[in-house]
DNA sequence: TATGAATGAGTGTTCATTCAT
DNA sequence: GATGAATGAACACTCATTCAT
């Protein structure tokens, strides 16, 4: 079984876009600076524009790659198995990683969001009805079968969704405040991203469970 | 004959921050420009410099003043009652609203989180251990209680502000996703900040109950 | 009589149009630099946008004040006597200065015409209109009154306009072919414009009379 | 075995020169873009440097070809016929036409006189002597026999190529004049370039025509 | 205290040119 | 001969900040 071959002729193109998912996600759009997309890419200024365009279709470029591979994550765990709680944990799991492609998507994601979504591509809306899918179908099975009581689908999404970004994504903040304060923060604040993902799988089963016997 | 009470005590730099809230929260730090927190406030530039300083100085104090009357607001509402769940509903509802201060506060805080906090102040490290410090008291007492169950209070944390910043915030989104694809949003994705509270005490609530007799 | 404390207060504007006249004058509009229309004006280029706007601003800035002294000079000479031969003499003689304002207007025009006006503003056609009605008048005046014969009034207004502004803005060509070719040029190359002008109104004149007895 | 006689003799470089013309005609030496050259010859950028060499040598190119076939075209009218004011008229014809070679030699001539001859190869400086020549000695040969009157030579040059390429090159600027003032416009004003001609040619011998008998 | 004007240091983008194939 | 890709050097324009009044 070989290791893959992978990311060995990556086109120029893509080394660009892959660059530029670690500095949007660090910098945002605006924070971000075209030489630095150059810089970390390794490549022209120039050529970045010759290649893929203005900063505009670079970030276009990078949240539809990010979105995309998010929902291709997701839809394919979730499509793995048949059990709606089991596609429920699958779902959480995706997210709680913040590792690889999540490592960019959540603080993509959340500024985004906080700017009303002023710069999302139209693929990038057919992406996150993908995820909303997956997710809400597994609900309403569950719901079928009486395993889950009747929820609101979306807020739930937005529970899963907000709790595992927010809490991989403000790491950073977390180690800042512990310095500062001490007395508040513990071993809870701490856990693996991992981990992260199972208490909110524990916390949103239990939310959504059908307890009337 | 004085000089009529006119602007009691709105200060030129008070009316500076009110407008920069409003800016900051609409384009962040990096995409807001100064000129325009000037425009905004109705003032000069230079006065801007004057009375606050740097566009830095403005952030700061803006931040400062969201994540304060936040806490303020929290503190205040879980304070007033004495039971437990009555303090969580409390906590949830405050974060739920989407008007006022809270307004600017989700935008801003998503903004932060996503940025690692690189531009937050000292001041709102403490600010944010009094939210955190809200919850877990209320939380904790329920635990002790036998109401709740034991969880890890932080991650609730997460799943509370994450969810209603995430719904709050994403509204522009959410209008122009169901545009394009009518056919995956319905009324569900469109209820008021209030009802999402309520749905999110609901679900929180249930997620937390200790249903051991 | 005093000789006019003119130019004393200039507005920086002014200051920053009368350079780029020069710079325009001599490179045409996409050759001139806006470093260069700073430099040439002694100021920041951030100046030269905060009084003015952008490239193409400061280029319908001096078109326009070009465009509007060239009228005004002429209209004033022209309306200064009454006889029609005397009319089209001035309007000659104006045209015929390469120094001052003309300077600038002949290279300008001669590279607007080139480009079939495509940065003329809409201020610069009513000044056009002005000079054409200038000696339209003249020459009608001169035909009913049986001193000139009936002629295509603009084509009459091309000969003048484009033999002078020709030949002024063409004088360093000239010298430059004189050096390689002193056998093909002589005096009459190199006539002062005061003279070319009065060579002008004698063709001119010679052209449009009215020889029948 | 011959390859086909496929595109004569219109080599890559033929094609390249005829297209630059065009678009050197249109936008200028400082207007014009490398790239846009070679699109508009449909041929890569990077053959175009093979063929001919860096901007500056495909405009000393299209000049030189231009000027070259313009003093042809005269030279060889004027040849055809002996007497002096039929050269003349010839002359002057070959000037009012604006289509082939003529479209591109106004407008490009117009703006290197504009800019003081500064990207003037050369080989141009002898094609222009050739002009000048050819109708210089239309004019001796008048006076000398009688017909024409002394003139100073350069300037009744500087009257027809001035005129005509001013009045073919402005036409765009005619239309658009005429569109918001329509008060000042006539037919007089759109008569066809080889009425134009005719018109100037008229001007002309009246203007030169030795009255004295 | 308030402001119009001025500016140094960027910041996104373009362009003529070269190079490897 | 021909071409897609790459690039250094400009270039137009912006922005946070300061200064004179």
Tied chains: 1, 2, 3, 4.
């Excluded at 807020?155 to 500062?180: D, F, K, Q, T, W």
Aim: net charge negative.
């Amino acid at each position: 079984m070989h290791i893959a071959a992978k990311s060995q002729h990556d086109t120029t193109a893509d080394t660009i876009i892959d660059a530029a998912s670690e500095v949007f996600a660090d910098k945002g759009y605006e924070g971000a600076r075209v030489d630095e997309l150059a810089r970390a890419a390794g490549v022209n200024k120039a050529t970045l524009y010759y290649q893929i365009g203005d900063k505009e279709a670079v970030y276009h470029a990078v949240i539809t790659r990010v979105l995309a591979r998010t929902a291709d994550e997701v839809c394919a765990a979730v499509a793995e198995v048949d059990e709606c709680e089991e596609k429920i944990r699958r779902f959480i799991n995706i997210f709680a990683r913040n590792a690889g492609n999540m490592r960019y998507a959540a603080p993509i994601m959340l500024r985004e969001v906080a700017s009303g979504g002023r710069n999302l591509p139209e693929s990038a809306i057919a992406e996150m009805g993908r995820l909303l899918g997956a997710l809400g179908e597994a609900l309403r099975e569950g719901e079928r079968s009486g395993l889950f009581r009747p929820v609101n689908e979306f807020m739930v999404h937005m529970m899963i969704v907000g709790s595992l970004m927010l809490y991989s994504a403000n790491e950073p903040i977390r180690r800042r405040n512990a310095e500062r304060h001490p007395e508040i923060y513990n071993e809870q604040h701490f856990i693996s991203n991992e981990e992260a993902g199972e208490q909110v799988t524990d916390l949103v089963l239990a939310a959504i469970a059908n307890n009337k016997q």
